[in-house]
């Protein structure tokens, strides 16, 4: 089962019988199913409403609502980008740094030179900034930045997308979006593009009903 994820800790303390898993939207279990939130809860019903009636009532509903359409339940909640509390510290600055140039070669070797520390210090100070170490830092960089192309600009070859956001290949790119995400990189694009398309088509209707006279 699943829930929100600030609960989902909570939740597994207070029922250890249950197997809690804390990035899923929702899960189907047959007879029970759960969600993680408000919104997760609609995706939820979405998915009994496909699994009743068929996805051509489902995309109805979806439109009605202004929602995407589908999105896995297994999708991840959230793909976590902490910060260094000192904004000001070497630390921060260089993750402003690799933010900004996500296609170079960046290495734990690389990095601790550029902020002119030890290898191990850096190590220390991203898992006491960020709790994870500079390269699973760097790939979460990399996997966020590819969410907003795929978001941005739907017509961006994949290829390109894995090149500007710094994997280098469309093979490392799947490999690590799924992996964080917990989807493919063409099925999140996917399900975006039906989302917006639908808000669009949803959104021009109401002006001309609010401009209806009477």
């Avoid at 019988?17 to 979405?46: F, H, K, N, R």
């Avoid at 510290?89 to 690799?98: Q, R």
Wanted: glycine share 8%; net charge positive; hydrophobic share 40%.
């Amino acid at each position: 089962m699943t829930t929100h994820w600030r609960y989902a800790e909570r939740l597994q303390q207070r029922y250890p019988q249950l197997s809690v898993e804390p990035d899923a939207l929702y899960i189907d279990e047959g007879q029970v199913l759960t969600s993680a939130g408000s919104a997760a809860g609609i995706d939820m019903l979405l998915h009994l409403v496909r699994s009743d009636h068929g996805v051509a009532v489902a995309n109805r509903v979806a439109q009605r609502l202004v929602v995407p359409p589908h999105r896995e339940g297994g999708q991840a909640q959230f793909v976590p980008r902490p910060m260094p509390r000192d904004e000001a510290s070497p630390l921060a600055k260089l993750m402003d740094w690799v933010r900004a140039n996500p296609r170079l070669d960046h290495s734990v070797a690389s990095l601790a030179a550029r902020a002119a520390m030890s290898a191990r210090t850096l190590q220390r100070q991203f898992l006491d900034a960020t709790g994870m170490g500079p390269y699973a830092w760097v790939v979460r960089e990399r996997v966020s930045l590819a969410r907003d192309l795929l978001e941005s600009r739907p017509n961006l070859p994949m290829d390109r997308v894995a090149e500007l956001a710094g994997f280098g290949s469309e093979e490392s790119l799947r490999r690590h979006f799924r992996r964080i995400v917990l989807t493919s990189p063409a099925a999140y694009r996917e399900q975006f593009a039906r989302g917006a398309q639908g808000t669009r088509s949803r959104g021009s209707g109401a002006r001309q009903r609010a401009c209806w006279p009477g």
